[in-house]
């Protein structure tokens, strides 16, 4: 929705401080901010924190979304607006009103529509990611539950919905669509949630984890450039409180997380079925709209101050070639833009990999179509 709006996602900054208290739906644009301090927050402001003390700062929104960090998107659902957000879930197919999303009783205006608080389908999912990944043109999915030959030889053609959803001009319609891509395409880095689905060839994935906090559902969400696959679990029981978990499922304590299990027989299937088909480009981001800073003037860091080059004529241990910072950095990403840690390092929380054994799931497998090659 943000880039729907004009949201540039490559220069724009999310506040990802936590705790963070964010402004109710009807306090919207660009000048209202939300705040870390309780005493600023009105009534009807929302408390929003992190999953660890260490995810607290300004992060970019690729950074932002592989980390899962719940602020910085909950903070941008009010900055984009809630009422927005809820028409383009619409237009990528969901069923606001069986979601709990609009209609009497809805939860449009509060901030966990953000974090996943409604209830989508796998084929809702599914298709969402099916969107993203085929230059943002919408397909209905349809499911084909037999196939007969009447003796008439008559022919029932199957009919399918297609429409743009960012935009009605089709460049830019692609172009919103590979922003998001771009946004989606870090979960498998090493500080991404989902490490444990990426591809054995290499191949580029854009991807979202999905957790419940009471751990009764799990998703993950991956695609490549042609495939698009939702894996989900569920428990029996969907109360949202007791006494059915994921947790400890095949003795994995965080088997309740989207990057254990479902990210686990997400990327069994892909070896599988993927790889195969060869590694293919998602098309070049062109990244177009204003930078959006959402973390207020009091809090936003420096510039780092330019570095001055070693005069040497070798670079020792440690060092880069002239011209770069010292030392050499071995960071994922930038530090003076977004917390993150040394390569290699799982932020705390993050599960490795597990090993796949037969385990009760909903899986649903959509094929994006027509795709727009750069």
Known sequence: TAVSEGMNVQTSTLDGYSPLYIPPAT???PDVYATTDPAQAGYQWFKVTNDSAAENGPYTPQVAMAASINTAYADLWQRAGAAAVAHMAQLFGVDTAAAGITGPGGMQDLAGIALGQASLTVEEQATMLATIDDDGVYHDAHVVSSITQPSTGTQIPVTSTSYPVFSS????????AAQVQYAMSEDTAPYGTAPGAAMSNGQQIIAKTGTTNTAQSAFF?????????AVAMFTSEQNGKCCQTLNNLGGIQQGGFGGTWPTAIWHTYAEKMFVPLGVDQFPSPVFTGKAWNLVPPELRLPAPEPVTPPRRHRNPPGFGPPGTPRPYPTYSCNPAQVTCGPVG????????????????VTLLWAR??????G
């Not at 993050?350 to 385990?359: E, F, R, W, Y």
């Not at 994006?368 to 090659?373: E, K, P, V, Y």
């Open 169 to 176: 001009n089709r460049v830019q319609n692609a172009d919103d």
């Open 27 to 29: 306090d919207t644009g």
């Open 368 to 373: 994006s179509r027509g795709r727009r090659r």
């Open 345 to 360: 390092d799982p932020p705390p929380g993050n599960p490795a990999a597990v090993g796949l054994t037969a385990l009760p």
């Open 221 to 229: 969400v991956g695609a490549i450039p042609t495939q698009a696959l």
